[in-house]
């Protein structure tokens, strides 16, 4: 789906690693930067900490970042690098709604219910590599982060991606961050709900490939 010289790199979203992407990468080749709390049980440093490991590991340069759930956090610090071509957010978090750990419960099991079930192992063998600790870890790190605030003054295009039934997501905060930033647009996936990467590959492959 494309033939620049454009590189995409993806952060993974909360306990998630290079599984949760695996198809969307047979779509869209890219490479994945495993931080920690996202594919590492690595005590988790401050945000701009993240961002920084993630600059750290792209190369010369054009690239297009890609971030699920909290994996946005990191990439909205990052996205003034000088090397981003355009950012993607798919899933982006955290609504200031579910700061709280009822608001953040509620939504959760009502997104969960509405993902396909077939990815429950492969959603529990990441978490398993990364570990609760991380996991609790990274949460605290990025529950307060404005993510909203931080895009404004992007000046690339920003991709917001999110599915239809995404309750972690939902429409009025996705429309919100697109409207955030300056080159910012939102494409929602019908029937999709958080996991986007996995379950809808080719949808947010066509997201991605807009921006090579």
Excluded: K, Y
Aim: include cysteine.
């Amino acid at each position: 789906m494309g033939t620049s010289s454009v590189s995409v790199v993806l952060v993974p979203g909360l306990g998630l690693d290079e599984r949760s992407s695996a198809e969307l990468r047979r779509l869209v080749p890219g490479t994945v930067v495993r931080l920690p709390g996202m594919g590492l049980p690595e005590p988790v440093p401050p945000l701009e900490e993240l961002a920084e490991r993630l600059l750290g590991g792209l190369g010369p340069g054009p690239v297009v970042l890609v971030g699920h759930s909290q994996g946005c956090h990191v990439v909205a610090v990052a996205a003034r690098d000088p090397r981003v071509r355009a950012v993607v957010l798919l899933g982006p978090t955290t609504d200031p709604r579910l700061r709280s750990a009822r608001g953040l419960i509620g939504r959760w099991v009502r997104t969960v219910a509405r993902e396909p079930w077939w990815q429950v192992p492969r959603v529990l063998a990441q978490w398993w590599c990364t570990g609760p600790r991380a996991m609790r870890a990274l949460w605290r790190v990025t529950a307060r982060d404005d993510t909203d605030r931080r895009l404004r003054d992007v000046a690339v295009p920003v991709v917001v991606v999110r599915g239809t039934r995404d309750r972690l997501c939902p429409h009025d905060w996705a429309t919100r961050l697109a409207a955030a930033a300056p080159r910012g647009r939102l494409v929602e996936v019908p029937g999709a709900a958080h996991m986007t990467p996995q379950t809808h590959p080719a949808a947010v492959a066509r997201a991605v490939s807009t921006c090579l």
